[in-house]
Structure formats: structure tokens, C-alpha cells
């Protein structure tokens, strides 16, 4: 594997498979979160199970790490010898007159991604860890929803959520599409995966703003 | 038409180089862009400086000799030319062009505009070719049938003409779309099958070996491409080079 990955074409792929891969959890994690909105014993139940499930708990989520570490990882290896690779820069370089902002800075959307993340850690994953394994609190199923709404109290903390997300859109407009170019996947069906790049890198960090902002003006 | 040249100058090799500032009148519109430079280097040797050093051959946009970076893209701001191809009517009176060589590590500058691109041609040669018995029994390659759809896809990579402006463009400095169009060239052809399992496998390890970067699929390289190179063809390197992983 490591000999596998040393090639530019498997870095390419790598990044392709892990990054579709945290596409598919994203609309996971997306599906959960909208029934907070209109259905608080629906969002328990899901929080629960997810929390509780042996198969989510002790494969998915472990798998799921891996997924996210390495994608960041092999996204900082790659830029690092992309950079490399031009010592001397231009003193002028017009890069807006042949590709697309987003495709340019895909580094800048993934770290504020990750900046997200480290909050996301913080806000949710690390206590729900500390309450179930290091604290070992008794089940409780209805605890979710509860701990959940608190955390959107706080403006600034909204405001990060919100523009965090709008960062992701970016990184989702070139990444989603671009991961089947990589993995080979350029035919007639082409325009019909950069449609739905499009729709997906759209509707799915706005869905997760308009949840965020839903939850803010609640608590109002 | 009055205007202001930035142009890179570098002794050698192996010197620090510069930009330097001249400035040239009397260019008119219908002169190419490297009629412009004729100007300039006549301009400069009768004052017994040293010319601007740049690559230039059939100037018929066939041979991909020319190359320079103009005002930040490689061959300058039109689309499907190469530098010999580019007009000054693309500027005005008053305007200040920006000219660079093609920068990339696995392009080392040999002296002002000129860089070295031999990395493409050691490429070629790791397998960027067909092997074909010509002693005397050699058969016609018509006589093979090809699907007209796979014929005009090999023929349209066969196309590049090398001048390393994917390379430029890029961000990166990736060479994947020259050499995946050398790639594809032969992969769509019946007389390409033999030899494309080691074929990708070498001119990839070949590309890497380079030092280029690799591609992150902005598509800077297929807009400046003068000959229109698709990135399609990338992706089909990339199953070529995926398939050919797994045969070993």
C-alpha cells in the first residue's frame, strides 16, 4: 500500500475514495440533524442510536476517523510537494483567466474545514465521549436534542457554524466532482456529476446553516 | 503602439536572474508576439546589449518551441495559439506586458526566456512509443480496423505538440495532461494494446521522477492548451494507469 501511494496517480485517488466517502457521511450526518427540526423524539432516537450501536460505535466511527485524518493528511502532503514542485514563482500569475477560485484554494477551504472540526470536537464528539466511556453515565436516551440546542445559544459560536459551512460549499464545488475526474470517471455522464456537484455542494451545507440559524432563533 | 516589456533575464544556468523594464515604441498590430521580441533584440544589439534570449522555430503554431509566460498564462491571453500565433492587436497603446519563462522545477531556466524541456522528451521515451517488426514484412496499419469515435479521440492527443504550457498554466506544475495525451494516443488504438500496461506504468514513474507536481484537476492546463488537449484524456491515464496497477 505504502509503495502503492508513493505514485502522483494513487495520491490522486486517495484523496478521491476518502474524500467521496466523507461526501456520503456528510449527507448522513445532514438526514440526523433536519429531523431536529421538526421532531425532537426523532432526533433522540437516531442521536441514540448512533451513540449506542456497536456497529456505528466500535467500526463506523473508528473507520470514519481514519477517513478524515487521512484525507487532511494526504491533502497537506499533497500541496506541500505541489508547491515544491515550482521553486522560483511567477511575478505574475493569472490564474483567474483559467480555472475556477475554488479549484485554487481547496487547501484554505479544507483547513477552515478543520478549524470546524477541532470546534465540532470540542462542542459535541469529546463530550459525548467523556459522558459514555470516561464518566460512564447510564443510558439515556433523551438526553440528545437537550445537549444539542444549548450549543446555539452562543452568536459567535452560529456565526462560525454559518460560516464554516459556506467554506465547505467551496470546497464541495470542486472536490465533489473533481474526486470522479480522478478516479478515471470522465464520460457522457460528466455534466450530469458536475450537476449534481453543484446541487449537493449547495443544499447541503445550506440545509446545515438554515438547522444552525433554526436552532439560534429558537432559543431567542 | 508605445509599450513597457517586464522581461526576466538570467545570465545562465546557474545565475540569479531578474525582471528588467524596456520600453519600445513602433510596434503595430499585425506583428506577432515574437515579431515584437525581434524588435526589441534588434533594438538591443545595435546598442550593444544582449539580446533577450527566447525558443522560436516554425512560428506556424506546429511545433511547440515557443513558449512564455505573457502577463501570467502561458502563450499569452488568447486561447488555442502558441506565442508565435499571438498578435499584438491583443494589446493597447500605454499597455505593460509581463513576460516570463515557463516556471517549473522539471523546466530549469538555461538563459532568460529559454528553459530546458527535455524532462517531456525523457517521457516520451519511457514509453511513448510502439514497437513495430519493420524488417521488411511491416503491416499496414489500415489494414486493422478502428472505431472512428476511438480514431478522432487518439488523434486529437496526438495533437500535443510538447510545448510544456499545461506545465505552466498549472498551479502545480503538473504534467499530466502532456503525458497523458501521449498515453491516450496509443492506449485508443488497436497497436497501442501490447505494450500499454508497462507503457503507463514507465511514463508515469518517468513523470514523477521529474519532479512535476500533481494535478488537483483545476483545468488551468486544458483552457491554455493551444491545441485543445482534453482532460479527459488524464482521466483515461488514470484508469489506464489504475488497470495496469493491478495486472502488476
Redesign the interface.
Known amino acids: 500500500m505504502g509503495g502503492f501511494l508513493k505514485s502522483s496517480i494513487a495520491k490522486k485517488v486517495a484523496m478521491a475514495l476518502s474524500g467521496l466517502f466523507l461526501v456520503l457521511f456528510l449527507l448522513q450526518h445532514f438526514t440526523i440533524n433536519l429531523t431536529s427540526v421538526f421532531s425532537e423524539d426523532l432526533f433522540n432516537e437516531l442521536s441514540h442510536f448512533m451513540g449506542t450501536n456497536f456497529l456505528v460505535q466500535a467500526v463506523l466511527q473508528p473507520v470514519l476517523i481514519f477517513g478524515v485524518i487521512f484525507h487532511f493528511v494526504m491533502g497537506f502532503v499533497l500541496e506541500a510537494k505541489n508547491r515544491g514542485a515550482r521553486n522560483v514563482k511567477y511575478v505574475k500569475y493569472n490564474g483567474g483567466a483559467n480555472s475556477s477560485w475554488m479549484s485554487r484554494n481547496m487547501i484554505y477551504s479544507g483547513l477552515v474545514v478543520l478549524a470546524f472540526l477541532a470546534l465540532h470536537f470540542y462542542d459535541f464528539w469529546v463530550p459525548e465521549i467523556v459522558h459514555k466511556y470516561v464518566e460512564s453515565h447510564p443510558e439515556d436516551a433523551s438526553r440528545y436534542y437537550s445537549e444539542m440546542i444549548v450549543k446555539f445559544e452562543d452568536p459567535i459560536r452560529v456565526a462560525a457554524y454559518c460560516l464554516s459551512f459556506v467554506f465547505l460549499s467551496l470546497h464541495l464545488l470542486h472536490g465533489f466532482s473533481s474526486s470522479f475526474q480522478s478516479m478515471g470517471w470522465n464520460n457522457k455522464y460528466a455534466k450530469g456529476v458536475r450537476g449534481l456537484t453543484v446541487a449537493y455542494a449547495i443544499i447541503i451545507p445550506l440545509g446545515f446553516i438554515f438547522i444552525a440559524l433554526f436552532h439560534y432563533i429558537n432559543n431567542l | 503602439m508605445k509599450l513597457t516589456l ?1 522581461i ?1 533575464r538570467q545570465e545562465n544556468a546557474k545565475a540569479t536572474g531578474k ?1 528588467v523594464s524596456y520600453p519600445i515604441d513602433g510596434i503595430e498590430g499585425d506583428m506577432s508576439f515574437l515579431e515584437m521580441l525581434d524588435v526589441l533584440n534588434e533594438e538591443l544589439v545595435a546598442k550593444g546589449e544582449d539580446p533577450v534570449e527566447f525558443d522560436h522555430d516554425c512560428r506556424e503554431g506546429i511545433c511547440g518551441t515557443c513558449s512564455l ?1 505573457i ?3 502561458p502563450h499569452g ?1 488568447d486561447r488555442l495559439i502558441t506565442t508565435c500565433q499571438l498578435h499584438m492587436r491583443k494589446f493597447n497603446d500605454g499597455d505593460t506586458i ?1 513576460i ?1 519563462p515557463f ?4 523546466f530549469p ?1 538555461v538563459k532568460d526566456l529559454i528553459v530546458d524541456r527535455s524532462a517531456f522528451d525523457r517521457i516520451q521515451q519511457a514509453g511513448g512509443y510502439v514497437s513495430v517488426n519493420t524488417s521488411g514484412n511491416t503491416i499496414d496499419a489500415n489494414s486493422i480496423p478502428v472505431n472512428k469515435h476511438d480514431a478522432d479521440d487518439s488523434f486529437a492527443a496526438a495533437t500535443c505538440i510538447g510545448c510544456g504550457a499545461c506545465v505552466a ?1 498549472c ?4 504534467a ?1 495532461l502532456f503525458t497523458s495525451a501521449k498515453v491516450s494516443q496509443y492506449a485508443l488504438l488497436p497497436q497501442g494494446q501490447v505494450e500499454a500496461t508497462d507503457r503507463v506504468m514507465n511514463m ?2 518517468q ?2 521522477l521529474e ?10 492546463c486544458e ?2 492548451c493551444p491545441k485543445g488537449i482534453s ?2 484524456n ?9 488497470s495496469a ?1 493491478t495486472k502488476g
Open positions: 517586464k526576466w525582471m509566460q502577463n501570467g498564462e491571453p509581463v516570463e516556471r517549473a522545477n522539471a531556466v498554466a498551479k502545480n506544475a503538473s499530466m508515469v514513474r513523470m514523477d519532479g512535476f507536481g500533481n494535478c488537483t484537476n483545476t483545468g488551468a483552457i491554455e482532460l479527459e488524464i482521466a483515461r491515464m488514470n484508469r489506464e494507469y489504475l496497477s
